[in-house]
């Protein structure tokens, strides 16, 4: 819950009460001390990167750097970028009214200097959340130097202003966020002569519109993301302005497969099933952590594109969502993910890849040997060692198991019959509950992997994209 502000409300309370006026790198290079000194957390949600991201940027931002992360998509950057606005105070002193967050000490624009000189200590005082200070822009091809920066605002001369009154400017996105954290999305993206504007932000400090005799100083974090193929001289990004960054610092995808893990945990919105949340087990999202791991490491992806990780998310969704549609449609009380909710996954997101050139025409190939590489790969960290011959006994008399996306677990359970050993299974596993949901999942997936491990055969019908398959000796 947000905080009450802070109850002065005038000039001249806000000086009797001994506020401190800090610029806005000085703001988070104080709150950023301090949280190093306590070991708070100081970049929220952010996994992956303590000792290889993180680091570079608590350096930049305590020289007081504007800065540039650099990554392929799907590697957090906007997530990074937008945990900065909680380095900021709490609350913040501005001039009640102004567009551009002036502080009441130090106003800047020709509206609050008028008023103060007017008002003097009763210069009417409002308080700004940190949440309010951050202001995002995605660099399109259609952004105009008025979006960022600002323009003639035809309304205030229709309103009787002279055209060169400094107050008939209606100011972008940059200027209102004054005293604030700003960030460009996919910087090499605007046009080149929109990158000459912003110069004199990172410069100078100052914005210029329209020739107007207007020298506005700003006083805010200037932080952008770019892809690094499009972040070079010979891309997208005029030189003046990438020397005017301070820091330029490195993103990348999850570098361990605990992290990869860890990353589809905090951030997958998994369907519920009437309030409950369907389960995804963890040998599950183990497979889908791999999958996405292996699809970024193949030869027939395009590497410079990257595999988001988004792709590890939506992965998750879509199993989740396979098991919460079975639960609805056959009656199931719990909704848990097995194994024959995989195959739709290889559908859904191989618009999230961009494979080779001679790879074309072989996308959902690539992706479903990867997929059957990740399943087995899994079945070996958990059950490679497992004692298994109970669930084997019941094929070795010629016995066949049917399952598929819209087999209940209960019938899955009556098909294969009791197995001995199905509780080590299930605790191998990590699934410590005994519902039939449960059970079903981890006989399904230690069937899966005999298959895969060649004890037992598979038959897929042609064309099933529903999971169904027929485990047999």
């Given at each position: 819950?947000?905080p009450?502000?802070?109850?002065?409300?005038t000039l001249?309370?806000l000086r009797?009460?001994?506020?401190?006026h800090?610029s806005?790198?000085?703001?988070?290079r104080h709150?950023?001390?301090?949280?190093?000194?306590?070991g708070?957390?100081?970049?929220?949600?952010?996994?992956?990167f303590d000792?290889?991201v993180?680091?570079?940027?608590?350096?930049?931002?305590l020289a007081?750097?504007d800065?540039?992360?650099?990554?392929e998509?799907?590697q957090?950057?906007?997530?990074?970028?937008?945990?900065?606005?909680?380095l900021?105070?709490?609350?913040?002193?501005?001039?009640?009214?102004?567009?551009i967050n002036?502080?009441?000490?130090?106003?800047?624009c020709?509206r609050?200097?008028?008023?103060a000189?007017?008002?003097g200590d009763?210069?009417?005082?409002?308080?700004?959340?940190?949440d309010e200070?951050?202001g995002?822009?995605?660099?399109?091809p259609?952004?105009s130097?008025?979006d960022?920066?600002?323009d003639?605002?035809?309304?205030k001369?229709a309103?009787?202003?002279?055209?060169?009154?400094?107050?008939?400017v209606?100011f972008?996105?940059v200027?209102r966020t004054?005293r604030g954290?700003?960030s460009?999305n996919?910087?090499?993206?605007l046009?080149?002569?929109?990158?000459?504007?912003?110069?004199?932000v990172?410069?100078?400090?100052?914005?210029?519109?329209?020739g107007y005799?207007?020298?506005?100083?700003?006083?805010?974090l200037?932080?952008?993301?770019?892809?690094?193929?499009?972040?070079t001289?010979?891309?997208?990004?005029?030189?003046?302005?990438?020397d005017?960054?301070?820091a330029?610092?490195?993103t990348?995808y999850?570098l361990?497969?605990?992290t990869e893990?860890?990353l589809?945990?905090?951030?997958?919105?998994?369907?519920?099933?009437g309030?409950r949340?369907?389960e995804?087990?963890?040998?599950?999202?183990?497979?889908?952590?791999?999958?996405?791991?292996l699809?970024?490491?193949?030869?027939?992806?395009?590497?410079r594109?990257?595999?988001s990780?988004r792709?590890?998310?939506?992965?998750a969704?879509?199993v989740?969502a396979?098991?919460?549609?079975?639960a609805?449609?056959?009656?199931?009380?719990?909704a848990v993910?097995?194994?024959?909710?995989?195959?739709?996954?290889?559908?859904?997101?191989?618009?999230k890849?961009?494979?080779?050139?001679?790879?074309?025409?072989?996308?959902q190939?690539?992706?479903?040997h990867?997929l059957?590489?990740?399943?087995?790969e899994?079945?070996r960290?958990t059950?490679?060692?497992?004692?298994?011959?109970?669930l084997?006994e019941?094929?070795?008399?010629?016995e066949?198991?049917?399952?598929?996306?819209?087999?209940?677990?209960?019938e899955?359970l009556?098909r294969?019959g009791?197995v001995?050993?199905?509780a080590k299974?299930?605790?191998?596993?990590?699934?410590?509950?005994e519902?039939p949901e449960?059970?079903?999942?981890?006989?399904?997936?230690a069937?899966e992997g005999?298959?895969?491990?060649?004890?037992?055969?598979?038959d897929v019908?042609?064309?099933?994209s529903?999971?169904?398959?027929?485990?047999?000796?």
């Amino acid at each position: 819950m947000r905080p009450s502000k802070p109850r002065e409300s005038t000039l001249g309370a806000l000086r009797t009460g001994g506020h401190v006026h800090r610029s806005v790198k000085a703001e988070i290079r104080h709150n950023l001390l301090t949280r190093l000194r306590s070991g708070e957390p100081r970049f929220p949600g952010i996994v992956g990167f303590d000792d290889t991201v993180l680091p570079h940027l608590e350096r930049a931002l305590l020289a007081g750097h504007d800065l540039v992360l650099l990554g392929e998509r799907g590697q957090g950057k906007t997530r990074l970028i937008r945990t900065l606005a909680g380095l900021l105070d709490e609350w913040t002193p501005v001039v009640a009214g102004c567009e551009i967050n002036d502080h009441p000490y130090a106003p800047v624009c020709v509206r609050c200097r008028r008023l103060a000189a007017e008002a003097g200590d009763d210069l009417p005082v409002d308080w700004k959340h940190r949440d309010e200070r951050y202001g995002e822009k995605l660099a399109t091809p259609d952004t105009s130097v008025g979006d960022l920066i600002g323009d003639v605002d035809p309304i205030k001369v229709a309103e009787g202003r002279t055209l060169g009154d400094p107050e008939t400017v209606h100011f972008g996105l940059v200027p209102r966020t004054n005293r604030g954290v700003f960030s460009i999305n996919e910087l090499p993206d605007l046009a080149e002569r929109i990158q000459v504007a912003l110069l004199n932000v990172l410069e100078e400090r100052d914005v210029q519109v329209r020739g107007y005799a207007l020298r506005l100083p700003l006083d805010l974090l200037l932080v952008a993301s770019a892809n690094p193929e499009d972040y070079t001289n010979r891309g997208r990004i005029i030189t003046p302005l990438k020397d005017r960054f301070g820091a330029e610092i490195r993103t990348h995808y999850p570098l361990e497969l605990d992290t990869e893990l860890e990353l589809i945990r905090q951030e997958a919105e998994l369907a519920d099933l009437g309030g409950r949340p369907a389960e995804v087990p963890d040998h599950l999202i183990e497979i889908i952590a791999r999958f996405t791991r292996l699809v970024r490491e193949s030869t027939a992806v395009d590497g410079r594109s990257g595999v988001s990780a988004r792709f590890a998310l939506a992965g998750a969704e879509t199993v989740a969502a396979g098991a919460v549609r079975r639960a609805a449609l056959t009656g199931e009380e719990r909704a848990v993910a097995r194994v024959c909710d995989l195959p739709s996954v290889v559908p859904s997101l191989m618009g999230k890849v961009e494979f080779e050139v001679s790879e074309e025409g072989r996308e959902q190939e690539v992706l479903e040997h990867l997929l059957r590489r990740a399943v087995a790969e899994t079945y070996r960290r958990t059950l490679g060692a497992a004692d298994l011959s109970g669930l084997l006994e019941k094929f070795d008399s010629g016995e066949m198991v049917e399952s598929g996306e819209l087999v209940p677990a209960a019938e899955l359970l009556r098909r294969v019959g009791q197995v001995p050993g199905l509780a080590k299974i299930m605790e191998r596993l990590g699934m410590g509950g005994e519902s039939p949901e449960q059970a079903a999942a981890a006989l399904e997936f230690a069937m899966e992997g005999l298959y895969l491990s060649r004890r037992l055969s598979k038959d897929v019908p042609p064309g099933a994209s529903d999971g169904t398959a027929t485990y047999r000796t």
